[in-house]
Nanobody
Framework: QVQLVQSAGGLVQAGGSLRLSCATS????????MGWFRQTPEKERELVVTISRSGSDTSATDSVKGRFTISRDIAKNTLYLQMNSLKPEDTAMYYC????????????????WGQGTQVTVSS
């Protein structure tokens, strides 16, 4: 059974940085894509940034472009999300996820999910 285990989040001031990690129980190459998503009580879960199986393609939502970076450590089977220049509106529960299928564009395409990590950005 695939497991995705996320690191703890935290509280950070606006303008600060935070890095999240997500360790997979298997190989990163078992999936066609992996990504980070976030959700607040007021909004549905949204895609933040994804990375393809090859690692050559990434896609980020406009609000985080230039601030958030997705990366991975193949040897550790771990996915990362580096978040810089954080804003209060980035406050959310963050989830890592993996897509085993051939279509990995939307939340519903992702098959496996981490437990979620709270990120709170204070103003």
């Amino acid at each position: 059974q695939v497991q995705l285990v996320q690191s703890a989040g935290g509280l950070v001031q606006a303008g600060g940085s935070l890095r999240l990690s997500c360790a997979t129980s298997g190989s990163i190459f078992d999936f066609n894509a992996m990504g980070w998503f976030r959700q607040t009580p007021e909004k549905e879960r949204e895609l933040v940034v994804t990375i393809s199986r090859s690692g050559s393609d990434t896609s980020a939502t406009d609000s985080v472009k230039g601030r958030f970076t997705i990366s991975r450590d193949i040897a550790k089977n771990t996915l990362y999300l580096q978040m810089n220049s954080l804003k209060p509106e980035d406050t959310a529960m963050y989830y890592c996820a993996a897509c085993a299928g051939y279509v990995c564009y939307e939340v519903g395409n992702y098959d496996y999910w981490g437990q979620g990590t709270q990120v709170t950005v204070s103003s």
